[in-house]
């Protein structure tokens, strides 16, 4: 797959001597759904604003569709649309004028058929003659996304999308950011909902005190790090763990009612161990262990983010 932004050894130092960023290496593929995570101040939008030409990189450099964002900052700035948390003016403008006038600034001709399917997939078609001021807020977010759409973006970073907006936007939101990658737009988004980089993404990074500490497939950080437990209600209590199941590390509960196995999800059902739910069920069997009910626990994308975290330097 080819890349559409290359991030290299990037790193930025504000005045105030505060390094957000360090070193920071990155390739996004054409087409993918990226989100960026990391805590407050882990420099999520100060590596977007960089990205999008918005503050100078103390060193390293990017390049987007192969634009460098310094040298040839034109070319690489209108292959991106970036969404805002917040809209900072209220405009007497209408939406339709705002959004067209987007299109303009970056030198694209007028073309009212392709604004009209952006208002429509952004349901603000019956809005466009409204006045920006006379929105709601969600309104108000939709046409920040039509605005950052408006010249045909090739990468659309959308900065915190489900900041204070309600299900429905939300929800809204993902089904055209999800539209929008099936019709060839690369998407990178920053956000703290880890449901929402858990529902949406292909990709992941995580990003803390300004380092890069991963980037990895979705899936495959929910397997390599995804634990389950599977816990057993047993049908009489246990006053200890027979040896027989040993390896499979079972923890007790203190009144012996419960036992919990933790394991790591693998495709094939069986860890390197040879340990498998199967077989220890059926070792439990041998051992005339009865239960009342079973059931499985997940780790979230949530509980890895917050392990990965914990452990950064
Ligand atoms: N203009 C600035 N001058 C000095 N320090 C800044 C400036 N902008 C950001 N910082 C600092 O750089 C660090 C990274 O900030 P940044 O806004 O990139 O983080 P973030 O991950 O986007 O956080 P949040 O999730 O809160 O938006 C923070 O410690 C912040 O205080």
């Known amino acids: 797959m080819t890349s559409v932004i290359t991030v290299s050894h990037l790193g930025k130092t504000y005045a105030t001597g505060h390094a957000a960023l360090k070193e920071v290496s990155l390739d996004i593929r054409r087409g993918e759904i990226f989100a960026l995570l990391g805590p407050n101040g882990a420099g999520k939008t100060t590596l977007i604003s960089i990205i999008c030409g918005l503050v100078n990189a103390t060193s390293g450099t990017v390049t987007v569709a192969g634009h460098d964002i310094v040298t040839d900052y034109r070319a ?34 007028a073309s009212p058929a392709y604004i009209e399917k952006v208002l429509k997939s952004l349901s603000l078609w019956d809005k466009k003659d409204a006045k920006i001021m006379t929105l709601s807020g969600g309104m108000k977010r939709r046409v920040l996304i039509a605005k950052a759409l408006a010249h045909e973006p090739e ?55 300004g380092e890069l500490i991963l980037v990895e497939e979705k899936a495959t950080l929910m397997t390599k790090l995804g634990k389950k437990q599977l816990t057993i209600e047993l049908a009489t209590p246990l006053p200890a763990v027979p040896e027989a199941l040993g390896p499979y590390a079972l923890a007790r509960s203190p009144d012996g009612a419960c036992l919990t196995y ?29 239960f009342k009910d079973l059931h499985t626990e997940q780790s979230s994308l949530e509980d890895i983010f917050v392990s990965l975290v914990r452990r950064a330097p």
């Open 76 to 109: 690489a700035r209108s292959r991106i649309g970036l969404v805002p948390q917040e809209l900072t003016t209220d405009s007497f403008e209408s939406v339709w004028a705002t959004v067209s006038f987007s299109r303009g600034l970056f030198g694209r001709r």
């Open 262 to 290: 933790s394991y790591t999800a693998t495709t094939t059902g069986e860890d390197d161990a040879g340990r498998s739910i199967a077989g220890l069920l059926a070792a439990l069997d041998r051992e005339g262990i009865a």
């Open 155 to 209: 990468v659309l970073f959308l900065d915190e999308p489900s900041a204070g907006v309600d299900v429905e936007l939300r929800r809204d939101m993902w089904r055209l950011v999800r539209e929008l990658r099936d019709g060839g737009v690369t998407i990178i988004l920053t956000t703290h909902y880890l449901e929402e980089a858990e529902e949406m993404a292909d990709r992941v990074g995580v990003i803390a005190k």
